[in-house]
C-alpha cells in the first residue's frame, strides 16, 4: 500500500521520489498551501519533539483501500440507476434501460479508479498532507493542531469489507476536510491516533496526561469524585468495547433509546400522514400509484428524525481516552468520532415535554467545524437519552468541572412576565464554577452551557419595551457557529454586571488552561467511592427514575437560597448565585 | 442605586468623529436629490401625477429616518478597558458587545468612497464566533489605524485562538 505510486503520480509534481527526505521536501508541494505552513518542519528530520513516528522522514504518500473505488463508485451508481429509472424506464424499454445503467456503471467505476488513483495521503511533520484531483489538483495540508474532531465512519458495505472512511474536520472548511475513503479499519485507527497523538504532544507542555483530566483551572473543588470516580470500575468488564487506555463512561440503554425516540411529536403526524392519502382514496373510490407514494413520502418525511436517530445513535457509547472524548454509535453504520479535549464550545441538555415521566433528558455538544448529517440544530449528540444522573455524569466528562445537579438557576425579575408570561418561571442563569448556564423552553426544557474558556465575546440587547422595564439579554458567543448562550430579560444592572464578568471570566479561564493540570487531578481518586450513578454502564432507567424528577425539577424551580436577587449588588451576581463557588478561576489560574 | 442603561458608565467612552454626521447627512442629501430628479422626470416627462406624491411621502421618511440615524450616531461609543473591547451602539435598540482581545481573529479596516471623501473609516474586529459584533464606524484613520494596532498587539500578547 506504501509504494511510491507511480503510474498515476507520474503525473504528479509532489514526491514520488518515495522516502528520502530532502529533495522532495524543498520541491515537494507545488500548491501553496501545502508548503508554507512550516517548510522548516519537512526538511529536516522533522519531528524531533513527536514521540511516535521517530523516524519520520518524508514517508511516502499512501493509497486509499483497493476496494475504495468499488465502493465509492457503488455509491454514485445507485445514485445514477435512480435518476435514470425515474423518468426513464417506462420510455426507454427494458433493454435501453439496461443499456444506460450499464454506461453509468462503467463511467462510476471509471471515475472513482481515477480518483482512486490522484488520492493519496501522509504525514509530513505535524501535518497531514491529502492529494486529490486529477484536472484540478489539490494539495491539502491539515496541521494537527486545528484539528477540531477525527471520525472514523464505516458505512453498511464498507463494514462489510471492513474498511472505513476517516473524516477529519477543523474550523472554517465548507464541508468535511480531508475525507479519507476508504483505508481498512486498522490503518484508519493507527492515522488516528498518530496525528491525535501528535497533536497531544503539541498540546501544552503537558503530554503525559493520561486520563484527559485537564481541567480548566476551576474544575478543582468542582468536579466531584463520585460522577468520575463510578465508571472506572465499569471500564473493565466492558474492555472490548472500549479500548484499553479509555474509560468508559456510558452506554445508552438501546430499549430507552427505542422508547424514547417513539415518544417523539413527529409521530403524532404519522397519522395524518398515513390517513390523507387514504382518505383522498376513498373519495376517488380507487387507491392509485399516486395515493401509495404520498402515503409512502409522508410517512418517511413524519418518522425520518426518530428512525434516524434511533439507527445513528444505536449502542451509543461515550468514553474518554487520552486523546479525548469517544463517542462510538450507530447500527448500520458505525461512527466513532473522538473530539479532542477542550474542543466542546457548548453543550445543551434538554428535557423534552413527553420524556419527563421517565425523567429522561438529551445532552448534544457543539464542536467547532463540525457539521452533523443527522443534524440537531448543528449539534452533535452527547447523550441521545439517559437520566439526568446520566447526564450529569456525561456533562462532567465534557465539560470538566460542570456538575449538572448543582446548577442553580438564577430566575429573572418578576416584570418579565410581559414579555414572557409563562416562561417567566423558567428563564434565568446561573454563572458556575466553570461554565456559564443558562435556561429556556416551556415545553422542551433547555439547559445551555458554555465553559468560561470557550466564549468568544458577549453582548448585551435591549429593546425598546425591555428599555421600559429596565430588562435586558445577555448574549454568549461561541466559535464555529454554534447558538449563543442566551439569558433573557434580566434586569439592566444585573445583565451588565454579568456582560462583564463573563468577559473576566473568560479570560482568566483561558489563562489558566494550559497549567492547571494538578490540582484537577481529584477526580480520578475517587475511584473507590461509587455513588448512584455507578450505574452508568448497566442501567436500564428504572432505579434513577424516581430521582431524575426532582433533578429536573431542581434547576426547574428558583431556590429560595437566590430569591434575593436584586438586593445583591450588580458587580456579583456570581458568588451569591452559587453559594460562593463563584469566581474561582480569576485567582486560581494565574 | 438604580441603574438604567446597559452601557456601563465606569468607563471612558471615546465616540465617533461628527463627520459621521455630515456624511450621513450627505448620503441621505445625494438620495433626495435623486428621488427628485426622478419625480421631476415622471411629472414632466411622463405626465404621471402620482410621481410627486410618491417621491414626498419617499422623502418624508426619508426624513423622519434620518433624524433617528443622526440621533443613534450619538450613542456609538467604544472603551478599550485593559483585557477587553467594549462597543456600544443604537438608541431603540440598544446593544453592547464585550471582545475580549484575546478573542480577537482579526481586525478590518474599510473605508468606502465616500467615508473617505470624509476622511473617515470603519474598524470592525472578527472573532471565531459569526455573531460577534464589534464594528466601529466613523472613525478618522489616524484613530483607525492606532486602534487597528493596538488591537492587534494587543490581541497577539493575549491570543488564545479557539
Do not use: C
Not at chain 1, 456538575?403 to 416584570?415: E, F, K, Q, T
Amino acid at each position: 500500500m506504501s509504494e511510491p505510486t507511480p503510474p498515476p503520480s507520474g503525473a504528479q509534481p509532489p514526491p514520488p521520489a518515495g522516502a528520502q527526505s530532502p529533495p522532495p521536501a524543498g520541491a515537494p508541494v507545488p500548491p501553496p498551501a501545502g508548503a508554507q505552513p512550516r517548510p522548516a518542519a519537512t526538511q529536516p528530520a522533522p519531528t524531533p519533539p513527536a514521540p511516535g513516528p521517530a523516524g519520520a522522514e518524508t514517508e511516502p504518500r499512501r493509497r486509499l483501500h483497493p476496494l475504495s473505488p468499488l465502493l465509492r463508485g457503488l455509491r454514485y451508481l445507485l445514485l445514477a440507476i435512480a435518476a435514470i429509472s425515474w423518468q426513464g424506464f417506462r420510455s426507454l424499454g427494458p433493454e435501453r434501460w439496461a443499456m444506460a445503467v450499464a454506461a453509468a456503471a462503467v463511467l462510476a467505476l471509471v471515475a472513482s479508479l481515477v480518483s482512486y488513483l490522484v488520492t493519496g495521503y501522509h504525514v509530513v511533520g505535524r501535518e497531514l498532507r491529502v492529494y486529490e484531483g486529477l484536472f484540478f489538483r489539490r494539495t491539502r495540508a491539515i496541521p494537527v493542531e486545528r484539528l477540531q474532531s477525527v471520525e472514523l465512519v464505516q458505512p453498511v458495505l464498507a463494514r462489510l469489507f471492513g474498511l472505513a472512511e476517516l473524516r477529519l474536520e477543523v474550523v472554517g472548511g465548507a464541508q468535511t476536510e480531508a475525507p479519507l475513503a476508504y483505508l481498512t479499519r486498522e490503518e484508519a485507527t493507527a492515522l488516528r491516533r498518530r496525528l491525535l497523538d501528535l497533536a497531544a504532544a503539541g498540546r501544552a507542555a503537558a503530554p503525559a496526561v493520561p486520563s484527559g483530566v485537564t481541567a480548566p483551572g476551576p474544575a478543582d473543588q468542582a468536579v466531584r469524585p463520585a460522577p468520575a470516580g463510578a465508571p472506572v470500575g465499569a471500564a473493565a468488564p466492558a474492555a472490548d468495547v472500549a479500548g484499553p487506555s479509555e474509560r468508559l463512561v456510558h452506554i445508552v440503554n438501546n430499549r430507552d433509546l427505542f422508547i424514547s425516540q417513539l415518544l417523539r411529536p413527529q409521530w403524532w403526524l404519522l397519522p395524518v400522514a398515513v390517513a390523507v392519502p387514504i382518505i383522498d382514496a376513498l373519495m376517488d373510490g380507487q387507491l392509485g400509484f399516486f395515493g401509495i407514494a404520498s402515503t409512502v413520502t409522508g410517512v418517511i418525511g413524519a418518522i425520518s428524525a426518530p428512525v434516524r436517530v434511533l439507527l445513528g445513535d444505536w449502542r451509543f457509547t461515550l468514553a474518554q481516552a487520552a486523546d479525548g472524548l469517544r463517542i462510538r454509535r450507530g447500527l448500520l453504520e458505525t461512527r466513532s468520532s473522538t473530539v479532542p479535549e477542550g474542543r466542546i464550545q457548548s453543550v445543551l441538555v434538554e428535557w423534552p415535554l413527553l420524556w419527563r415521566a421517565y425523567g429522561w433528558v438529551r445532552a448534544n455538544m457543539h464542536v467547532a467545524g463540525v457539521r452533523v448529517e443527522q443534524q440537531q440544530q448543528g449539534r452533535s449528540s452527547l447523550l441521545p437519552v439517559g437520566t439526568v444522573d446520566v447526564a450529569q455524569e456525561v456533562v462532567a466528562t465534557a465539560l470538566p468541572g460542570v456538575v449538572l445537579r448543582d446548577i442553580v438557576i438564577r430566575p429573572v425579575p418578576d416584570r418579565a412576565k410581559w414579555f414572557a408570561p409563562l416562561r417567566r418561571r423558567v428563564l434565568g442563569y446561573q454563572l458556575g464554577p466553570a461554565a456559564f448556564a443558562s435556561r429556556d423552553g416551556l415545553l422542551t426544557r433547555r439547559l445551555m452551557l458554555v465553559p468560561y474558556g470557550r466564549i468568544q465575546s458577549v453582548r448585551i440587547r435591549q429593546g425598546p419595551l425591555q428599555r421600559r422595564l429596565r430588562l435586558a439579554t445577555v448574549y454568549v458567543d461561541v466559535a464555529g457557529g454554534g447558538q449563543p448562550g442566551v439569558a433573557h430579560h434580566l434586569d439592566v444592572a444585573e445583565a451588565r454586571a454579568l456582560a462583564l464578568a463573563l468577559a473576566e471570566y473568560s479570560r482568566a479561564a483561558r489563562r489558566s488552561t494550559a497549567p492547571a493540570t494538578s490540582p484537577s487531578a481529584g477526580p480520578v481518586d475517587g475511584a473507590p467511592e461509587s455513588g448512584p450513578p455507578a450505574s452508568g454502564a448497566a442501567e436500564s432507567g428504572t432505579a434513577a427514575t424516581g430521582a431524575s424528577e426532582p433533578a429536573t425539577r431542581e434547576p426547574a424551580t428558583p431556590e429560595p437560597g437566590v430569591s434575593a436577587p436584586h438586593a445583591s449588588g450588580p458587580g456579583a451576581p456570581g458568588p451569591d448565585a452559587d453559594g460562593g463557588s463563584g469566581r474561582p478561576e480569576a485567582p486560581a489560574g494565574s | 442605586m438604580t441603574v438604567f442603561s446597559i452601557w456601563p458608565d465606569d468607563v471612558v467612552w471615546r465616540r465617533v468623529s461628527p463627520r459621521l454626521y455630515w456624511l450621513t447627512i450627505f448620503v441621505r442629501a445625494v438620495w433626495l436629490l435623486v428621488l427628485g430628479i426622478a419625480a421631476a422626470i415622471g411629472w414632466y416627462v411622463f405626465e404621471e401625477p402620482l410621481a410627486p406624491i410618491v417621491a414626498g411621502a419617499l422623502a418624508g421618511l426619508t426624513l423622519i429616518r434620518l433624524v433617528f440615524v443622526l440621533r443613534g450616531i450619538r450613542s456609538w461609543g467604544y472603551a478599550e478597558r485593559a483585557d477587553d473591547l467594549l462597543v456600544r451602539h443604537g438608541l431603540l435598540f440598544r446593544r453592547l458587545s464585550v471582545v475580549p482581545y484575546g478573542r480577537m481573529q482579526f481586525v478590518d479596516v474599510t473605508a468606502g468612497p465616500l467615508e473617505r471623501l470624509f476622511g473617515l473609516a470603519t474598524v470592525q474586529l472578527h472573532t471565531a464566533a459569526a455573531a460577534s459584533d464589534a464594528r466601529i464606524p466613523g472613525l478618522p484613520p489616524e484613530e483607525a489605524a492606532r486602534l487597528r494596532d493596538r488591537l492587534a498587539a494587543l490581541g497577539e500578547a493575549r491570543a488564545a485562538g479557539l
